[in-house]
C-alpha cells in the first residue's frame, strides 16, 4: 500500500475514535433550573481532577467548547482530566435571583452544583480536585458558585467577573443584568462583600475554594473597579489584608500584575486589555495544582 494511503486511513480511524463533547441529559438533583450538561472526557483519562468550564453570555456549552481561544479542550486531551461545560437555558446565567445566590436555592448555581455531584460519582473524580474557571457571565458565575458551594470546589481561576452578589436583582429577577454593578458603582467595603459570600449559604465554617481572579483594566463591559471589589470580598472571606503579600510585575506576562494575598487568593491585572482577558492555560492549571 502506498505510504500515504495508510496515513489517510490512520487518519480516518482517530477522526471516528476521537473523544466528542456529549451531552449528558439526566444529571438529577432537585433544582428547578435546568442547564444543559455538556462533559467532555479525553480519550486518555490520566487525571482524576475535574474542571468545569462556565461560558460567557450570548453563548452555550457548544460553542465555547468550540470556541479558539478558550483553552479547557487543549488542556484535557494535554493533561487527561475530565471537564464539564454547563449550557445556560437563559442568555446569560442567572447571578441576580435568590436561588441562584442560595446554597440549594434551586437556581443555576445549584444546577451546576448537581453536574459537579454527577460527575464526581459518573467519573470517579477526586472530590478534593474539583476545579472551576469561566470568563464574563461565566466568572460571575464562578464567583456564586465558590460563595454558595465552598464544600465542592477545591479552587476557581475566572477571567473578566464581578463579586458574588454584586449582580443581585432587588427585584429578584432571574439572570437580569444589573447596570451599577457593571458600570462600577457597586463599591463597598471588603466586610460587606465577605458577608454577602457568608450570606449564601449560612453557618458555612469548613474549607473554601482557593480564588484567582483575572481582570483587565480597560474593561468596558464590566468596570475595572469589579476587580477591587473582588479581591476585597475573597480577602475578607479568607481573614487577610487586601495589601499583597507578594506583587510581581511583568507577570505573567508583560504589563500584567500578578498579586497575591497569602496563598488562597491571586489578582492578575492586566493592564491595557479590554473585557476579553486571553485565558491563560498554563497560569490557570498551575493555580489548580494540575
Ligand atoms: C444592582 O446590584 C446592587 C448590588 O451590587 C444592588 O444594590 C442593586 O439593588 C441592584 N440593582 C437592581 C436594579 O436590582
Ligand atoms: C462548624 O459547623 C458545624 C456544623 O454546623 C458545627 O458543628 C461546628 O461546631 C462549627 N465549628 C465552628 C468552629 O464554628
Known amino acids: 500500500m502506498h505510504p500515504l494511503a495508510l ?92 436561588s441562584s445566590l442560595t446554597h ?32 464574563s457571565s461565566g466568572a460571575m458565575m464562578s464567583n456564586v458558585l465558590a460563595a454558595t458551594y465552598p464544600e465542592l470546589i477545591t479552587a476557581v481561576s475566572l477571567y473578566s467577573g464581578v463579586p458574588a452578589g454584586c449582580f443581585f436583582s432587588a427585584s429578584g429577577a432571574s439572570a437580569a443584568w444589573n447596570n451599577t454593578c457593571s458600570g462600577g458603582q457597586s463599591i463597598s467595603t471588603a466586610q460587606h462583600w465577605g458577608d454577602v459570600v457568608q450570606g449564601m449559604d449560612p453557618g458555612y465554617n469548613g474549607t473554601r475554594p482557593r480564588m484567582q481572579f483575572w481582570h483587565g483594566s480597560v474593561d468596558a ?11 476585597k470580598q475573597w480577602t475578607n472571606v479568607f481573614g487577610v489584608s487586601t495589601t499583597p503579600t507578594s506583587s510581581k510585575k511583568d507577570t505573567p ?11 488562597d487568593v491571586e489578582g492578575i491585572w492586566a493592564v491595557g486589555v479590554g473585557h476579553s482577558v486571553p485565558s491563560h492555560l498554563m497560569v490557570s492549571e498551575a493555580w489548580f495544582g494540575l
Open 7 to 98: 496515513t489517510s486511513i490512520l487518519a480516518l480511524g482517530s477522526t471516528v475514535f476521537a473523544a466528542q463533547l456529549t451531552q449528558v441529559s439526566n444529571y438529577g438533583g432537585t433544582a428547578q433550573a435546568k442547564p444543559g450538561m455538556w462533559v467532555y472526557v479525553p480519550n486518555q483519562v490520566k487525571s482524576d481532577a475535574l474542571v468545569v468550564a462556565i461560558h460567557s453570555c450570548q453563548s452555550s456549552a457548544q460553542k465555547y467548547f468550540q470556541n479558539s481561544l478558550i483553552p479547557w479542550k487543549k488542556g484535557a486531551d494535554g493533561k487527561g482530566y475530565v471537564t464539564v461545560w454547563p449550557s445556560s437555558t437563559t442568555e446569560c446565567w442567572d447571578v441576580s435571583s435568590k
Open 104 to 135: 440549594n436555592g434551586g437556581g443555576d448555581s445549584n444546577a451546576i452544583a448537581n453536574m459537579i455531584m454527577y460527575a464526581i460519582a459518573k467519573y470517579k473524580i477526586n472530590p478534593k480536585k474539583v476545579f472551576v474557571t469561566g470568563g
Open 221 to 231: 463591559t464590566l468596570s475595572p473597579k469589579n476587580y477591587d471589589e473582588t479581591l
Open 253 to 263: 506576562e508583560k504589563n500584567y500584575r500578578t498579586d497575591d494575598f497569602g496563598p
